[in-house]
């Protein structure tokens, strides 16, 4: 009997497993025949039905993108950048939609360990981060045994200097996995939606009008309020509050 539900459940992974890849199959082949509202539909009840996915992702901004549906490529990418940090393709394309984008922020500057930093951390994914993290801490460990319970002094001085090493680098690998996972759970950032949205100085209609801020632009949510309002940040370092329909999360 085990080995009838065993085989059974096999069958079924198998299945969906083949049913993805079709559905990725036919939405590439709609992609390249250039049925772009076809592959977007196809790729969104893969993502609805497998989840999240970098590649499902990134094609679905390339649909949007020749659509020219800026605001909607740049969340995909963006979305697709979250799950693989540093992919050239996807940083080439997203940097290629923001082009053609009306707002051109400048960001605010930041020191040289500032930049270096976050980039580091958003250099690779969480996973990357923790498989890091662990094997420091292997080497570590050694290092400490090796300092401790071998007597020839040449390798005790290796095991002192692996350990010295290795455990810095382990804190700052589970530091930046723990960033990283954040990001992609929390998502305390967003895109605009909507073709253009007037900035508030406060979260209400009658607020004093600040800035106006148009589709594709990323912003940083800082706290809602009511299900209706959002204070975010800009790159630049401008806040307001927006209606939270004229942005979606990344």
């Not at 082949?29 to 196809?42: D, G, L, W």
């Amino acid at each position: 009997m085990k080995r009838l539900y065993t085989l059974l459940f096999c069958i079924c992974i198998f299945n969906l497993n083949a049913f993805s890849q079709a559905t990725k199959d036919a939405a590439d082949t709609a992609y390249q025949q250039e049925k772009f509202r076809t592959a977007i539909s196809m790729y969104e009840e893969l993502l609805s039905k497998e989840g999240a996915s970098a590649s499902v992702y990134y094609n679905l901004g390339n649909s949007y993108f020749k659509l020219k549906s800026y605001g909607k490529a740049i969340l995909q990418y963006e979305r697709a950048l979250l799950l693989e940090p540093g992919d050239e393709d996807i940083l080439h394309n997203l940097s290629v939609a923001k082009s053609k984008t009306v707002d051109k922020i400048i960001p605010r500057n930041k020191t040289f360990i500032a930049l270096w930093w976050e980039n580091s951390i958003q250099a690779f994914h969480e996973t990357t981060w923790s498989i890091v993290g662990i094997i420091c801490f292997i080497l570590c460990l050694g290092g400490v045994l090796v300092y401790f319970f071998v007597q020839k002094l040449s390798w005790r001085k290796v095991g002192f200097f692996s350990a010295c090493i290795a455990a810095p680098l382990c804190l700052f690998a589970n530091y930046a996995a723990y960033l990283q996972a954040q990001r992609i759970t929390e998502h305390q950032t967003a895109i605009v939606m909507q073709a253009a949205i007037m900035v508030k100085s406060t979260p209400a209609n009658t607020g004093t009008d600040l800035f106006l801020i148009h589709e594709g632009t990323k912003v940083e949510i800082q706290e809602g309020l009511s299900n209706e309002w959002y204070e975010v940040r800009l790159a630049d370092g401008k806040k307001g509050w927006i209606p939270q329909n004229s942005v979606e999360r990344i």
